[in-house]
């Protein structure tokens, strides 16, 4: 689903990506699989911007996207952006890997990574080349598409409002990161999201907050983690939470301790499943 590991978030300086928001196109050591130019678009009236390729089949709908899911993700906080947005949609594989710096250690990333989100800017693979790459993506289905950008763009939001920027040395809170990305984006709601209900009969929950994000039920138990965060104590500890860069900051701010918040995520889980 959207992408996905902590290594999605990493240090991202400006100057690192600026090559790439060069409106006469990418310079790059990779070559590009097709020649391309890349052009700068507004959204939102707060200077926010959206660079892609003008060739590419999804520049049509790329300003309308990043518009509704900026609305989405304001809409969930009610709260702006503090920031300008600087977006991208890359027209290939070779272009995004030329975001990622040889000091995230990513290299080439994987077939499945199709998105990253830090304060200074998210960028997207264009949709147009998923089902070309067939890496479990599906670019036809509209609602997965609207999934990622937003679970892109809460990400932005989540740097915007943290002092990392880009969570570097946050990573041990890494699933709050994911749980916020995919509750923002609705995900945990879609059936292809493994389930958090699953998890605990199968006994695959998290003993310890840190593993939340790993095994294939990471989506699923992070999201759920931070909805029953937003719903136990409200969404405005959960905006005060966006700042946080450390677990024991986090569970100060909830007055609790790990292994409480974990059982009272579990009963919440369960109650809320017989419920249904
Ligand atoms: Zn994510």
């Given at each position: 689903m959207g992408l996905t590991m902590i290594k999605e978030r990493v240090t991202a300086t400006v100057l690192m990506v600026a090559a790439c928001f060069s409106v006469s196109g990418c310079t790059q050591d990779q070559a590009p699989d097709i020649a391309y130019t890349m052009i700068e678009e507004p959204f939102g009236e707060d200077g926010s911007t959206v660079h892609f390729a003008k060739e590419d089949p999804f520049a049509e709908e790329i300003v309308s996207t990043m518009t509704d899911a900026r609305e989405t993700v304001e809409a969930f906080w009610g709260r702006p952006f503090p920031e300008p947005v600087k977006a991208i949609l890359s027209p290939d594989r070779a272009h995004f890997n030329t975001l990622f710096p040889p000091e995230w250690g990513i290299g080439k990333t994987q077939c499945w990574m199709v998105g990253v989100g830090v304060a200074d800017f998210l960028a997207v693979l264009s949709p147009s080349i998923w089902g070309v790459e067939d890496c479990g993506h599906d670019g036809e289905d509209k609602l997965h598409i609207r999934d990622i950008f937003v679970h892109e763009l809460a990400?932005?939001?989540?740097?915007?409002?943290?002092?990392?920027?880009?969570?570097?040395?946050?990573?041990?809170?890494?699933?709050?990161?994911?749980?916020?990305?995919?509750?923002?984006?609705?995900?945990?709601?879609?059936?292809?999201?493994?389930?958090?209900?699953?998890?605990?009969?199968?006994?695959?929950?998290?003993?310890?907050?840190?593993?939340?994000?790993?095994?294939?039920?990471?989506?699923?138990v992070s999201g759920s983690i931070v909805a029953y965060i937003d719903a136990e104590y409200g969404r405005d500890v959960l905006f005060e939470l966006l700042s946080v860069t450390s677990e024991d900051e986090l569970l100060s701010r909830l007055n609790t301790s790990e292994a409480a918040l974990l059982d009272a995520w579990e009963s919440w889980v369960l109650s809320a499943s017989s419920n249904k």
């Open positions: 990400h932005v939001y989540h740097g915007q409002n943290n002092p990392t920027r880009d969570f570097t040395g946050a990573e041990e809170i890494g699933w709050f990161a994911e749980g916020i990305g995919v509750l923002v984006a609705g995900q945990l709601e879609r059936d292809k999201l493994s389930s958090p209900q699953e998890a605990i009969r199968n006994g695959a929950a998290p003993k310890k907050l840190k593993k939340a994000w790993s095994g294939q039920y990471r989506y699923g």
